[in-house]
């Protein structure tokens, strides 16, 4: 199996390093996990307790490296030295007329208020440009109005509230959905 599950260059940002997933990570994320469970909590599902533990991350990376493999997804890192402090992923990468995929982040709760999510969402257009998508997609709790600041400062506009949209810290959650065109080119 690849130990690289997204290919592209990596990123220097705020002294931090934005790369590619790797299966080599599931360790870190399984602390990242660990250290940010309460602060993440309200805005996930209910994970069960494997999630947190390397194992639980080691088959989660070999789901997305398999996720890869299909175009359907493109996994990122955020790392502090060798402590991942933030994710970024495309997901649910659609092809042909649609040429669309989600955009899903986090930052670290020691690491808020730096930049550092518009830093991974505008990351998320360049990457959704390279790979020729022509549009990104994003979700966020009507609460989360943290996370509709970044998407509108990176350019994002609200198209519509979606009611029970996902399953999120034990119920069905409302989300405002939010969209930005990267471009007006022919599907090629």
Do not use: C
């Not at 649910?92 to 649609?98: E, P």
Request: without cysteine; hydrophobic residues 45%.
């Amino acid at each position: 199996m690849q130990s690289s599950i997204a290919p592209g260059t990596t990123v220097h940002v705020q002294g931090l390093l934005l790369r590619p997933t790797t299966l080599e990570d599931a360790g870190r994320l399984a602390e990242a996990y660990t250290h940010n469970r309460d602060h993440l909590a309200p805005w996930d599902p209910v994970r069960p307790e494997a999630f947190y533990t390397e194992a639980g991350q080691a088959e989660n990376l070999a789901g997305a490296a398999r996720q890869w493999e299909l175009g359907l997804v493109d996994p990122w890192l955020l790392l502090d030295g060798d402590r991942v402090v933030g994710r970024m992923n495309l997901n649910n990468i659609v092809r042909g007329v649609f040429a669309s995929s989600s955009v899903g982040y986090w930052v670290d709760r020691d690491h808020l208020r730096r930049g550092l999510a518009a830093t991974l969402v505008e990351h998320a257009v360049v990457r959704a440009r390279e790979i020729g998508l022509h549009r990104l997609e994003a979700g966020t709790m009507t609460a989360n109005t943290g996370s509709q600041a970044v998407l509108r400062a990176a350019g994002f506009s609200q198209f519509g509230t979606a009611e029970k949209y996902l399953f999120i810290a034990g119920a069905w959650q409302d989300h405002h959905l939010f969209q930005r065109i990267l471009h007006d080119q022919p599907v090629g």
